[in-house]
Every structure is written in C-alpha cells, then in structure tokens.
C-alpha cells in the first residue's frame, strides 16, 4: 500500500465509515489539533524525562488515538467495535490519580507561573496549551456530536499536563518563576 492516495488533492478527506467531508471542516480541526498534541507528547517523551513521567505520556498518546479515532467517526460505524478506541470514565479517573500522585510532589501553587524551567518542564507546557486548543475545536462541535466522556478526558488532560509540567521541572532543578 503506498502512502499517497491522491484521494485529496481535491481538498477533502474521508471520515471513518468513508464520509467526504471539506479538509476545513471542523471534524477534521479537531482531529488534527488531537494529533498534533499526541505528536508534540512524542517529542517530549524522547527527551530527558523521567520514566514514570515517559510511561503516563506514552499511556495518553494512546489515550489520543482513541480519541482521534472516535472524533473521525462521527456516527460510530468503525470505532464503537474497535475495543483500543474506546474512551472510558476510568481514563479521566486514572488522570485524576495521576495529577494527585505528581502533586504530592510539589509545593502548593500561590501565583501563576511563567512557562520555562527545564526543557521538558517548558515542553509539556506548550503540550498544555495544545490540548486546551485541542479541548477548544472538539467543544466547538457541540455536545450533541461528541461523547460527554472525550470533553472529560480532554478537560482533565490540560491539567495534567500542567502538574506533570510542574514536576518535570522541579525534578530537573531550575525554580520555577513566579508572575
């Protein structure tokens, strides 16, 4: 199979279930905002980060791709019977674990804090700012079109990324910078 179809030089793509839809569309944004947060996660992950750290990202790229796949398939015709592309409760609820395990490390936030500190530190932060964008486009498609449980997930994932942003740091060295 090549990589190249030829199937979009005219500007639109194939949804999952082989909808045509406008590369524009707001669908595929979405998607794309999702998979450019799940590339922009690989990146940190293959530099100077701590293992535990590394594991929760490469956890949440898959989490990603689930989520990715759902929102390509607006009428559930391929991802409600692939079992890897389903999104759960327990997904947010394990995020929620995550940020209370990684905030234990840390001391209580007073004011607002510059993004920086140690190159994976400032990383996540820009991988925070992707997902609010991300969280942002599926929003924008309406409740109606997305499962309540993708706009949970996406919610809580920002401020993961955010804690995890905290301890990547502080776990590097440099202090963080107040505002």
């Not at 406008?22 to 590339?39: F, M, Q």
Request: charged share 25%.
């Amino acid at each position: 199979m090549k990589i190249y179809t030829r199937t979009g030089d005219s500007g639109e793509t194939a949804l999952l279930g082989g909808t045509r839809v406008s590369k524009a569309d707001p669908r595929v944004a979405a998607y794309g905002d999702v998979d450019e947060l799940n590339a922009w996660l690989g990146l940190v992950r293959s530099g100077a980060l701590d293992s535990d750290l590394a594991a929760m990202l490469e956890h949440v790229q898959r989490d990603l791709f689930a989520i990715g796949a759902r929102l390509a398939d607006p009428g559930g015709s391929v991802a409600n019977r692939v079992e890897k592309a389903a999104v759960t409760d327990d997904d947010a609820s394990r995020l929620e674990l995550w940020i209370d395990t990684l905030e234990a490390e840390l001391p209580p936030l007073r004011r607002f804090i510059l993004a920086g500190g140690s190159a994976s530190g400032a990383s996540l932060h820009v991988a925070r700012t992707i997902s609010r964008r991300a969280e942002r486009g599926v929003v924008a498609l309406g409740r109606d079109q997305v499962d309540r449980t993708i706009l949970v997930y996406l919610n809580r994932l920002s401020d993961f990324l955010f804690v995890m942003a905290r301890v990547a740091t502080r776990r590097a060295g440099p202090p963080e910078l107040e505002w």
